[in-house]
């Protein structure tokens, strides 16, 4: 035989610890940077990644990967996705690009955390490859954005969000810095890999790329289940991080972990994929609801891989199975309330057609969001556009940064801020298990400020919503969200109720 | 800035609509990503005194190189990902054939008895330099105040897992023609313990322990990697052809390759750096004279171990020093 099987030599690959003694082993892994728990570089050499890549066949691999791609989006360019989609697909677009790609850019900082401070050697060189794979991740989605740069401002954003202090672009960052690049390598082994990657990418790059098919965009979907198949491989670094800490007496530490990063991926997730699945994909292209997915990937199959590793289920297990039916509307709301101060055109999807659906999926929505909805509707068709726009910003919380909402009921709105009173400060919560997320750090958390602390303490000036696009770095009208579809839905409501009547 | 009520949109991202010149697909992937470089009291969207948040104002913000826009750095290769792996894929079928070859034709039953020894010794525990300038790599990656430039160190830390992968690849396939010779067991305590190792770990380890991100550049790419080129890879290249080790030869001229991408992107950083800020030239110097000595006496160590090397020490002293002329433009 003339070549020898990866199997032969792979476990030197590994074989790449040694022993300082010109610098001490804190030198060289910082704890801060490192996060071993104290648990020594030997006790880190019985690490296994599950996926196993070398260099010639990564190479390999990720190129025909992209040459997949790539001729899948050159030979799909005259598609016109653009023009000829529904603008509710557009807003998609724009608002996985935005909350996207420059995300995915920053996970390569995450991964050379682990890939340069990880004590075990299976986990730098995963890493290595997890650098490489979030390269591409970045690049490709600026790449296939840009040429839709010149139809629409809104597309600027697939690379400016980030640079932005939008909400949307404070809370994703928030949370991606929390989990990614503002952590040491084994949280973010444990965080990044294992709380997010395993469940919550197949949400958005799977369950979306169901959407794109049937919705006719083949370059999308195309694009982000390629993506997939790298995420999944990256995905199973924090499993066998967990086991060692696990072995070494840190289950305590590692579950805290997490169940953070669960919980913080479900909030942006619900104001993200939710919308985006249940609201923006046009009816006739959708799938399965946001919550049958979220009980598909992240029900099932993280449940399974936390028990599999000797983890519990998070404790906010019941709260969080809750809220699979209700915070995903109020987002979605609030969303299309506050539409210009986001980069996407969010679609209502409240049309009687709409609707049917929303309340077989979700029994009961009518009579929650519905009654919302109905006043909204109400008001465009009075011609009162002016009732349906904010004039001031939402509260929002300061564990996800994100819009409180609460569900609406028949009397009142069963809307409970939980706050935190400190040193004259007053912290909000949407509720107890992001408060619980905030006292578990104060160090990291505390000190931060959220755009209505920015707002209140004047950093946004002029002191009023203009100020505010302005500071949140809209440069302009074109750039300002509005109903996908310009309101054209409620002739769809007129006409029904022409019917009725 | 106005509110525009006029807004049209844009042929590219805003950030490079400003250019005469039509963006390429390098500036369009590569260009302005780092957004942790707006906010210069929090750079990361958590609390200013997170430890995090810390270690980037101290290591990054405030090092001493100092550009006004460091997004003007573009890599001279203008390697994106998907050109990366064209790039190294062909290489390492390249690499893939030469081993194949080799072992049709028995290369290692060939090897002079001398040399198998010296391999041993001075070669296969190479993985452990090759991992660590791969590690201090993504190091330089994650700190860098660019996108471009962190691109460049990703690539190039990733081209060094590469050599890691080949050493451990002709570790094993060595052992199975010479099984008692301590391929695949006995590097670790060749790398940790071996006179001609020392130096060379200890500049490793200390540099490998350099956060401030000046320092941790300036060290590895005008320093480390020109000692590795010319100290280590060329004198075992040239060496290998009186052990009748003809693989070696055609296997590093394949590394040189990488090594000569990392030379191009150094030497424009070090323009980029001079045209921007006088006192960056002082800043370099000063890196360099601390990191050279140690350097030096690694090749001196590492070289006085190679049976009748044709390359003398003082020949790759010089010849490192040549490189680090190159980079910085001195005549
Ligand atoms: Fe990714
Ligand atoms: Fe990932």
Known sequence: ??????????????????????????????????????????????????????????????????????????????????????????????????????????????????????????????????????????????????????????????????????????????????????????????????????????????????????????????????????????????????????????????????????????????????????????????????????????????????????????????????????????????????????????????????????EEKYPGWNARWGQCWDVITENLIADKEELTLPETLPLVCNMNQLPIVGTPGEEHWDIKVHTIEKDGRLFHFSNEVDKWVFEQDPQRYEQHMSIVDRFLNGDIQPMNLQGALEYMGMEGVAELGKDAHGYAWIEKVKANMKKAS | MAFDLEQKPLRTWSHLAKNRRKPSEYDIVSKNLHYSMNNADAPWEQAPNSPMNMWYKKYRNETPLKHEDWDVFSDPDKLVYRTYNLLQDGQENHVQSLFDQFNEREHDKMLEAD?????????????????????????????????????????????????????????????TTYPDMGFGVAERGVWEDAAHFQPMRELIEKQLASYDWSEAVVSLCYVVLPMLAEGVLKPLSEASRQGNDTLMPMLIDSQLHDSQRHQRWATELHKVLLADNESNEAVVQQIVDKWVPLADAAMDAYISAIPNSPVSANDAIAAAEKVRRDITGAA
């Open chain 1, 1 to 358: 035989m003339a070549i020898h099987q990866r199997n032969d030599w792979y476990d030197l690959t590994r074989a790449t610890n040694w022993t300082p003694s010109y610098v001490t082993e804190d030198e060289l892994f910082p704890d801060e940077m490192s996060g071993s728990m104290g648990i020594p570089m030997e006790s880190w050499e019985v690490y296994d990644e599950p996926y196993k890549t070398t260099f010639p066949e990564y190479v390999k691999v990720q190129r025909e990967k992209d040459a997949g791609a790539y001729s899948v989006k050159a030979a799909l360019e005259r598609a016109k996705i653009i023009e000829k989609s529904d603008p509710g697909w557009v807003t998609i677009l724009k608002q996985h690009y935005g909350a996207i790609a420059l995300g995915e850019y920053a996970a390569v900082t995450g991964e050379a955390r682990m890939s340069r401070f990880s004590k075990a050697p299976g986990n730098r060189n995963m890493a290595m490859f997890g650098m490489l794979d979030e390269t591409r991740h970045g690049q490709i989605q600026l790449y296939f954005p840009h040429e839709y740069c010149k139809t629409d401002r809104q597309f600027d954003w697939a690379w400016k969000a980030y640079h932005q202090n939008d909400w949307a672009s404070i809370a994703a960052k928030h949370f991606f810095d929390d989990i990614i690049t503002g952590r040491d390598a084994i949280s973010v082994a444990i965080m990044l890999t294992f709380g997010f990657e395993t469940g919550f990418t197949n949400m958005q790059f799977l369950g979306l790329a169901a959407d794109a098919a049937d919705a006719g965009d083949y370059t999308f979907a195309n694009l982000i289940s390629s993506i997939q198949t790298d995420e999944s491989r990256h995905a199973q670094q924090g499993g066998p991080a967990l086991e060692i800490l696990i072995a070494n007496g840190k289950k305590e530490e590692a579950q805290l972990k997490v169940d953070m990063a669960v919980w913080r991926a479900w909030r942006l997730f619900a104001i993200l994929t939710g919308p985006a699945m249940d609201y923006y994909t046009p009816l006739e292209h959708r799938g399965n609801s946001f919550k049958e997915f979220m009980h598909e990937w992240i029900v099932g199959q993280f449940e399974r891989s936390l028990i599999d590793l000797g983890l519990d289920k998070p404790w906010y297990w019941d709260t969080f199975m809750e809220e699979l039916d209700s915070t995903h509307h109020g987002y979605h709301l609030g969303v299309w309330y506050w539409r210009p101060t986001i980069w996407w055109n969010p679609a209502a999807g409240v049309t009687p057609d709409e609707r049917a659906w929303l």
């Open chain 2, 115 to 175: 040399w198998v020894l010296a391999l041993a010794q001075l070669y296969t525990p190479l993985r452990y330099v090759f991992h660590a300038l791969q590690m201090s790599s993504t190091y330089v990656m994650q700190m860098a105040p660019a996108s471009t430039i962190s691109n460049c160190a990703t690539f190039q830390a990733a081209d060094l897992l590469r050599c890691v992968t080949h050493t451990a690849y002709r570790t094993f396939e060595l052992s």
